[in-house]
């Protein structure tokens, strides 16, 4: 059985996501799980077929678009029931490139929880196809999170990456707030949160060439609100743990 599970969520991506699942496909012991949100332009109907001639893609179809964030903690139940061993995060679009795909292996078995692909390690900017102002709001959301979360990282919104199993089993998955993007943020704050390594490698990121992106200002909304939520949740925790020692401490001191 293979030990990687990719697992790739879809709205409408027909157009991108055979090159996409072909590629990852090259690798050997790689599995893919798609999860599509009810396309409508053919793109499970696609899926059913490669099927048919493989046993290393899987399907869940979903009844609507309930978000990124849900879509992946379904793929990750998914494969934790079935003894995957790492998790590997990808866009359909053609964004993140498969060839990646062992250079994270490499890494993340060296016992990294989580392995962010990382567009601006080093002080350089590496997207392909992006205008002034997307990278600006990609830019300025990194640093927001950082700033405010503190976790050292360049690119905690970053959807090319990999977890390793008993991150994610350390992780209540039920208790992920986001529904979009933001889930990015909070995953490597929760990783980290976990005690385990969260360490960066460079990618490039390429925008897409055909379909739409499924970004909306709802979404940018939940990750400006996200880490003050994961702080308030953080703050309230350290208060309630205060608290338990104190009481602790006076019971065992009578
Ligand atoms: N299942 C599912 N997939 C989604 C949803 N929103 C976005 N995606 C997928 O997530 C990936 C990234 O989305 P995209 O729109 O390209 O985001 P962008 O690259 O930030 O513009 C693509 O494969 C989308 O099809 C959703 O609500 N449900
Ligand atoms: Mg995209």
């Known amino acids: 059985m293979e030990k990687y599970l990719v697992v790739i969520p879809t ?12 590629a990852v496909l090259k690798h ?12 409508t332009d053919g793109t499970p109907e696609w899926v ?22 849900t879509a ?36 993340i078995e060296e016992g990294v929880g989580l392995l962010i692909g990382s567009r601006y390690m ?9 205008d002034f102002r997307r990278l600006l709001l990609s830019k300025c959301g990194n640093l927001y999170a950082s700033l405010l979360l503190g976790l050292g990282l360049t690119d905690m919104t970053s959807g090319f990456r990999c977890y390793s199993v008993q991150a994610l089993q ?17 995953m490597a704050y929760r990783v980290d949160a976990a005690g385990f ?19 909306s200002k709802r979404i940018v909304r939940e990750a400006a ?19 338990f020692r104190k009481k602790y401490v006076k019971e065992i001191s009578g």
Request: proline letters at 4%; glycine letters at 8%; charged letters at 25%.
């Open 197 to 215: 390594k969260v360490h960066e490698m460079p990618i490039i990121f390429y925008e897409r060439n055909y379909g739409s992106s499924k970004m």
């Open 28 to 39: 050997d012991g790689f599995h893919v799980l798609v999860v599509d949100d009810a396309s």
């Open 122 to 130: 080093n002080g350089s900017i590496s997207v392909v196809g992006w």
């Open 170 to 186: 350390a992780i209540d998955l039920d208790g992920v707030h986001s529904t979009g993007y933001s889930f990015q943020i909070e």
């Open 11 to 22: 709205v409408n991506e027909r157009l991108s996501l055979p090159k996409m699942v072909q």
């Open 72 to 107: 992946y903690i379904t793929g990750f139940k998914w494969g934790i029931q079935r003894g995957f061993r790492y998790f590997i995060e990808m866009d359909a679009d053609g964004s993140h490139n498969p060839d990646a795909l062992p250079w994270f292996i490499k890494e």
């Open 48 to 69: 059913k077929e490669i099927i048919s001639s493989t046993d290393r893609v899987s399907l869940i179809e979903r009844p609507s678009k309930l978000g990124l964030g």
């Open 225 to 243: 609100i996200l880490p003050w939520r994961l702080r308030i949740e953080r703050l309230s925790g350290a208060v309630a743990r205060t608290l």
